[in-house]
């Protein structure tokens, strides 16, 4: 779920306090998009949310996250915005959360 690799080269490259502020950064701008999706998805915006999303999934090492997110936007990039399962992209951030959180914490 989290590709841990990712994650040590990111706090390597950036070093242990910038990468406490990046992540810190990286859940308030997320749980702001995924709150939104969550109470009031918008058709016109998903793709951009996704893109979003996916970004800063993949910079962090939330790798199903990112999946599922770029898998969210290209159906939206094709027309299909209702064919995501967006609890499912959620529960995937919640899930990779928690994992990360406990393994960061740990």
């Given at each position: 779920?989290?590709?841990?690799?990712?994650?040590t080269?990111?706090?390597?490259?950036?070093?242990?306090?910038d990468?406490?502020?990046?992540?810190?950064?990286?859940?308030?701008?997320?749980?702001?998009?995924?709150?939104?999706?969550?109470?009031?998805?918008s058709?016109?915006?998903?793709?951009?949310d996704?893109?979003?999303?996916?970004?800063?999934?993949l910079?962090?090492?939330?790798?199903?996250?990112?999946?599922?997110?770029?898998?969210?936007?290209?159906?939206?990039?094709?027309?299909?915005?209702?064919?995501?399962?967006?609890a499912?992209?959620?529960?995937?951030?919640?899930?990779?959360?928690?994992?990360f959180?406990?393994?960061?914490?740990?």
């Open positions: 779920m989290i590709n841990w690799d990712r994650v080269e990111l706090r390597e490259e950036i070093g242990p306090e990468f406490a502020e990046v992540v810190e950064i990286f859940l308030e701008e997320v749980e702001q998009v995924t709150s939104r999706l969550e109470t009031a998805p058709m016109a915006s998903l793709g951009a996704l893109h979003f999303l996916k970004g800063g999934a910079n962090l090492g939330f790798n199903a996250f990112s999946t599922l997110c770029q898998a969210g936007e290209t159906s939206c990039a094709e027309g299909t915005p209702e064919s995501v399962d967006i499912r992209i959620l529960q995937a951030y919640a899930e990779s959360k928690a994992e959180q406990a393994q960061l914490n740990a």
